[in-house]
Structures are given as C-alpha cells and as structure tokens.
C-alpha cells in the first residue's frame, strides 16, 4: 500500500524556519518524481515544488522561489522541503504528494501537515 | 502561466441528481487535465487523469470528457458521498503545475 506521511508542520515566527519531511513506503520511491502542494485555510490548492526521481532537477511556483528548497533521499525513500523566511501567508497544509512523471498528475498524497507562521 | 477557472463556485444538487462541473483553461492543454476530489480534512483524492480516463477504484459514476481549453467533469447520480470540493489541474504546460480555484458539490 502507498503511504506518504509528512511530519515536521508546526507554529513558526515570521521570519522563521521550518523542514518539512515525507516518508514514503509501499512504492519504489526512487523512480517518481515527488511534488510538494499547499492549501491555505479555505482556500484551494496551490502547487509549490517538484523534483525528479533522482533528485537531479528541481522547480518551483514563482511566489516561493528562494525561500523553499526541495531535495530528497532516495536511501531513505524520504523527502523535504525547507522553508526559509516564513510570512504569514505561508501558513497552510502543506501535502507531498506522488506525481506520475514529469508533467503529471497526483495519484497518491499525505496527510498534510499544518504550517502555521504567527506571532 | 495557464489558468485554470472552474465553474460554478458552488453547485446544489439534490441525491441522484446528475451534477456538471466546468474547468476552462486561458491556452490549450490538450487533454493533461486531472480532476480530484477534496473532503473536509483530507487530502485531494485523484479522479480522472488524461482528461477522461479514471484513476484505479473510481466508480463509473464519475466521467470525464474534454480536451484543448473546455473540460467536464461529470457524475451520474450523486450519492452522499460525493458531496465534496472538485479540483481540475493542468499538466500540459508545466511549471508551474496549476489547479482550478474548485468547485463545491453541496446538499440542495
């Protein structure tokens, strides 16, 4: 069974920093692209941040551009996102989710984990 | 960049009743357009992929059609637990991948 499960979410000054992980199983994680999605409260869904299978290209939505960094571990069949210089407006659940290649689709996602940046 | 609008914001749509939800697109996508389905407090749930084709376990009751700027995402008969927020998203023209603000499936 695909599990995504991503931890690392939390309460986070402006300003602040925050690494976002996600464990994956039940998959050969090594050969998806993985992508990163946020969803402010209430809001829709906005998509952050890419990086393919062997981590070796990376993109991301032009309001983030800087401030995230996406990377992986396929040892570790693990993801992240770094999340630097946090505003207010980053606040959101933040899903990883499993594309199904370059310029796809997302068949399976996490749970979320909230974000919250106050103070 | 090409966006997604979605329409209606909120469809009210009775048990059993057939519901058609609208994404247009500002440049053609061809057919790399998703559906997914969002409940409270869950993650988006993949529904349609390549415009019409159903992900696994999908019941039937849920089609796609579409392709270029226009789609439709469009289920039969509503049960219960339909009742839920519908995302499309483009992937033809990519990054950044992007979603539709959503459409709200409610109780009438």
């Known amino acids: 069974e695909v599990q995504l499960v991503e931890s690392g979410g939390g309460l986070v000054q402006p300003g602040g920093s925050l690494r976002l992980s996600c464990a994956a199983s039940g998959f050969t994680f090594n050969t998806y692209s993985m992508n990163w999605v946020r969803q402010a409260p209430g809001k829709g869904l906005e998509w952050l941040s890419y990086i393919a299978s062997d981590g070796s290209i990376t993109y991301y939505a032009d309001s983030v551009k800087g401030r995230l960094t996406i990377s992986r571990d396929n040892a570790k069949n693990s993801m992240y996102l770094q999340m630097n210089s946090l505003r207010a407006e980053d606040t959101a659940v933040y899903y990883c989710?499993?594309?199904?290649?370059?310029?796809?689709?997302?068949?399976?996602w996490g749970q979320g984990t909230l974000v919250i940046v106050s103070s | 960049e090409i966006v997604t609008t979605q329409s209606p914001a909120t469809l009210s749509v009775s048990p059993g009743e057939r519901a058609t939800l609208s994404c247009r697109a500002s440049q053609s996508v061809s057919s790399n357009l998703a559906w997914y389905q969002q409940k409270p407090g869950q993650p988006p749930r993949l529904l349609i992929y390549?415009?019409?084709t159903r992900a696994t376990g999908i019941p039937a009751r849920f089609s796609g059609s579409g392709s270029g700027t226009e789609f439709t995402l469009t289920i039969s008969s509503l049960q219960s637990e339909d009742f839920a927020v519908y995302y499309c998203?483009?992937?033809?023209?990519?990054?950044?991948?992007?979603f539709g603000q959503g459409t709200k499936v409610e109780i009438k």
């Open positions: 989710a499993r594309y199904r290649g370059s310029g796809s689709y997302g068949d399976y």
């Open positions: 998203q483009q992937y033809d023209n990519w990054p950044p991948y992007t």
């Open positions: 390549g415009a019409s």
